[in-house]
């Protein structure tokens, strides 16, 4: 094993000469100077954690600095961080020097400096005689064995499964699935974005690591792309805007991964439940709502316990044990089942905005885009197998008309069969052709995602992209032949005889939480005017035109505008810099010359000033606003 230091010296070999004498200070190059020296203690006999040694380390390799710091002058402080992070460190220039167990290979000296070899080692993978493994290559998906104590025993021992998964590139074999570029020079642009320090597992009694975050691409102009379009996903996140505009926030010591909104966040929501509402109610969907909490019993019927149950709360009431509903579907069909059903009344289709609850991990919540508690625009049809593919076109259609109304573009993927999963291989088969044909005739692009459908059946995913081209994965489509099955539901056909029904999952918005945090991050806040809390505020020069400017805001709300008035003794300039910081569509100024006329002068928050308008031609100006987005399509909406 060599050992690389990353100073232009030759220490090491200054040893051999010096070693028992006397060094004058004069001759001491360095003194003076401190140095950063970076390690990993986890090479037992060369360095490790120690608590007798002041240096707090122990070994070979702290024997070798204490004496290069007599020889050469110069103070040194340790940092410990993970041996991956060794040279990283040394690059971004955040320590001077690198002791730590280390081969010499030809792509490392192409970027550091090493000394001398002073101990030579050799790893070794044992096996069984007979064994097929005669490489590292054929370790992959083997179960792997190593000796305790050692820093590979650590990584290993917190991988969750059965199998470590080793790469190799070259002669350099990484614990991970890979792949890795052959070399650096395929990345020929890189980025230091951000470093952190953690503690081993989280234990403070454990050595601390370093974390280097960055990025590489293939060339500058690739890379300079990719760094704007991380500035203006960092000007455009929901959650500093949600908290700037008084929409939304989050009480992490109460209650993690749960919303609280706030009166502006509330009503945006509000109109757009109800414009959602109103839409489903246009396109023949029955308004329903289920409970809160069902028996486990219920829960174990669906198969949810056994396929979903780590993703659900429970409770106890009485002598019960309750799951806390994850999704919607049990409760429509227990609606579905309330009465006898003939053909003639199929479909049927169950339409609810039901809040739901999903045990995300901590570290994977994310303001409104991850969270534990959400609003589901939950629906499902019930329709006799011929009626099928008519009903997941008017899904699709649906879903095109909300992607076309936000100006989302979007691709598509059918998620098939995965390897948990209840349910016959004939149902999969129906029900995964059925959405490939659905898709087919209309005319959407699609990709097969092997084996990512839900555990009772395939389904259609659709990814939006925003404005600087990210994938958020909102609506879903999946089709069902076991649940009606294990539910008992029935209708009476043409003959006479019952018959199973095929129940169609949708979700188009899927979580009104992450649609309105994408939306915040579409519109960088500032909501089209629909949506929009506050459509106008109306501004005053001074205290003296403030009866006109109330005046002029209550003729609006009456004209059903969502407007406000800011009276407060401030200069207009900064009134009017409030208003944009917020956001408004529209800002509506009453001084002297406004007062007398009983208008208002109008800015929109671009910037433009349209002059001196009435109150009757502002509220058209912003009724047509309004109603610009649902010109083309087959959407329409007012809320007053």
Partial sequence: MKKMIALMLCAILMMSCVAGMAVAEETKPLAGQKLTIALSP???????????????????????????SDMLGFEFEIVPMSFSSLVGSLQANSVDMVISGMTATEERKQIVDFS???????????????????????????????????????IIEGIEGDTVSLYTCGDFTDLCRGPHVPHTGFSRASKILSAAGAYWRGDEKNPMLSRLYGTAFADEKALNAYLKQLEEAKRRDHRKLGRELGFFT??????????????????MRTILED???????????????????????TWQRSGHYDHYRQNMYFTQIEDDQYGIKPMNCISHMLIYRNDLRSYRDLPQ?????????????????????????????????????????????????????????????YKVGISTRPKDSIGTDEAWELATNALIEAVKKAGMPYEINEGDGAFYGPKIDVRLLDCIGREWQCSTIQVDFTLPERFDLTYVGQDGERHRPVMVHRAIMGSLERFIGVLIEQYAGAMPTWLAPEQARILTVTDAHNEAALKACEELKALGIRVTADTHNEKLGFKVREAQLAKVPYI??????????????????????????????????????????FKNGGMRYSFS
């Fill in 349 to 409: 289709r169950y339409f609810e905005l039901g809040v739901v609850h999903r045990h995300e991990k901590s570290g994977t919540l994310h303001g409104l885009l991850r969270v534990r508690q959400f609003t589901q625009d939950d629906a499902h049809i019930l329709c006799t197998p011929e009626q099928l593919e008519g009903e997941i076109l008017g899904v699709i259609h649906l879903i095109r008309d909300l992607m076309h109304l936000f100006g989302f573009d």
């Fill in 42 to 68: 986890n090479f037992m006999f060369f360095e490790t954690v120690s608590e007798t040694d002041p240096t707090g380390y122990e070994g070979l390799d702290i024997d070798i600095i204490k004496e290069l």
């Fill in 116 to 154: 001398d070899v002073y101990c030579t080692s050799s790893v070794g993978c044992v096996t069984k005689a007979d064994s097929d493994i005669n490489s590292f290559e054929d370790l992959q998906n083997q179960i792997v064995c190593c000796s305790q104590g050692t820093n590979y025993e650590m």
């Fill in 275 to 297: 414009f959602w509402r109103r839409e489903h109610l246009k396109r023949d969907y029955d308004l329903v709502q289920g409970p809160q909490l069902l028996r486990v019993e």
């Fill in 250 to 267: 989050f009480h992490e010591d109460v209650a993690p991964g749960m919303v609280f909104w706030l009166p502006k966040g509330m009503l």
């Fill in 588 to 629: 509506l100024v009453v001084g002297e010359k406004e007062a007398q006329t009983g208008g208002v002068n109008v800015r929109l928050r671009n910037g433009d000033n349209l002059g001196l308008k009435s109150v009757a031609e502002v509220a058209a100006l912003i009724r047509t606003d309004s109603e610009e987005p």
